[in-house]
């Protein structure tokens, strides 16, 4: 069946014990919580926000199977191993854990030396043989795993792959590439990723994939329809209104620091006990707990009382 990602497909972070183990129940909460939000369409696990590569193979495995079983929603999982065959294999493992959609990562290589003409089509092409239906993750301009135009026209023309997670980060191309990939294919799906600054892609996109879709999925389902009715003043509002959590949460050092931060606000919100992260990621400064539950509140975002069992 067809992943209908014309909404929010938020990214949930991974919860951990106090041990240091993946906190499966934990994860289960939060995941029957997005679920329940009227807009929400999908998971996306095993990504940037949700520690995906921090995850042994097996844990990685397991989640998959406590977020189906947790949810109705597809639930979609990162694609990260390096090499082509490696990522193939992952892919129908993933399949076969119960995954419907595949977010597939460029390799990590590529960040510093580029991509070979035809490498990242050849990908996407052995990913989407397991069955899972594939996201084309177009990273920020600024990285060499970039793709340019052609190689995003020829990732889209893959049977299986039907839509895009746009990262780019440089307006120039957006308003020419974006356009240009729903010329070529109006059905292929077009979702932003710009957490720090999401308002300039609102009014071109489908759905938002966004690890924001944690914290605040509510105003971001409201925003997002703000964005496609093509109402600037109140998507403009939204923004305002969200700007003191998208500060305290992605206007950080990193955007690294930004999963960290999405926990504290989770907490904030009632929804997880602790704010735990695996290595690499480090805790938050001194302050930055009350900081971001002042954004919390400054944002409108209430204290969620119940989640479905
Ligand atoms: N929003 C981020 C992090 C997520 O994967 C991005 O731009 O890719």
Redesign the pocket.
Same mark, same amino acid.
């Given at each position: 069946m067809a992943i209908d990602w014309k909404g929010l497909n938020p @990214?949930p972070v991974t919860l951990f014990k106090d041990n240091g183990d993946v906190d499966f129940d934990g994860n289960a909460r939060l995941a029957k919580w997005l679920a329940s939000i009227p807009g929400v369409k999908s998971l996306v696990i095993l990504? %940037? @926000?949700g520690e995906g590569t921090f995850l042994t193979h097996d844990e990685q495995l397991e989640l998959i199977r406590v977020y189906k079983d947790a949810t109705p929603l597809p639930v979609v999982a990162g694609i990260t191993g390096e090499g082509t065959k490696v990522a193939e294999l992952e892919a129908k493992e993933k399949f076969e854990a119960g995954a419907t959609g595949a $977010?597939v990562y460029p390799n990590h290589g590529w960040l510093r030396f580029g991509y070979q003409k035809g490498a990242p089509v050849d990908r996407y092409k052995a990913v989407a043989q397991s069955g899972l239906e594939c996201i084309l993750?177009q !990273?920020?301009a600024v990285t060499k795993a970039n793709y340019d135009l052609d190689t995003q026209l020829q990732i889209a023309a893959v049977p299986g792959v039907t839509a895009t997670?746009n990262?780019v980060?440089d307006m120039k191309r957006w308003y020419n590439e974006i356009p240009a990939l729903k010329n070529a294919f109006p059905d292929l799906a077009i979702m932003s990723?710009?957490?720090?600054w999401l308002l300039p892609t609102m009014f071109d996109i489908d759905g938002l $994939?966004? =690890? !924001?879709g944690n914290m605040a999925p509510e105003l971001l389902i409201e925003y997002l329809a703000a964005g496609k009715a093509q109402d600037y003043p109140l998507a403009r509002k939204y923004h305002e209104q969200l700007l003191p959590i998208t500060r305290a949460v992605y206007h950080r050092g990193s %955007?690294m620091e =930004?999963s960290v931060a999405l926990k504290h606000a989770l907490r904030a919100r009632g929804l997880i006990d602790n704010v735990n992260v695996r290595e690499p990621l480090k805790a938050l400064g001194d302050g930055a707990d009350e900081e971001i539950r002042a954004a919390v509140k400054a944002s409108g975002l209430t204290v969620v009382q119940s989640v479905p069992a």
């Open positions: @990214a990504g %940037h @926000a $977010l993750f !990273y920020p997670k990262g980060r990723c710009h957490d720090e $994939l966004v =690890g !924001y %955007h =930004g």
